[in-house]
């Protein structure tokens, strides 16, 4: 999507790309106005590769993670922390 759209992080209110553990991978972006965030993600549980899309929720600021979601494949529950100024 990022290079089919020639997308730059001033058209994003919201990237991120994680690795995650067992050699898995997210990348999560939401586009300016809009509130659905795009997901591909490689599943660190069954190592699938999967895009999709769901509903960007706003969280507190004292809130441990940025947003939740399932591996559509397998069902398996990744939860991206948010990333803390140090």
């Keep these: 999507m990022i ?12 990237h991120t ?3 995650l553990e067992n050699n898995g ?3 999560a972006l939401v586009l300016k106005g809009e509130k659905i965030v795009h997901i591909e993600l490689i599943c660190p ?6 895009y999709y899309t769901q509903e960007w929720k706003s969280v507190s600021k004292a809130a441990k993670y940025r947003f939740k979601t399932k591996c559509p494949k397998c069902g398996f529950l990744i939860k991206i922390a948010k990333l803390r100024k140090e």
């Design 17 to 19: 790309l994680r690795n």
């Design 3 to 14: 290079k089919s759209r020639k997308l730059t992080i001033k058209d994003c209110d919201y």
């Design 25 to 27: 991978k997210i990348r």
């Design 45 to 50: 549980n069954c190592g699938k590769y999967s």
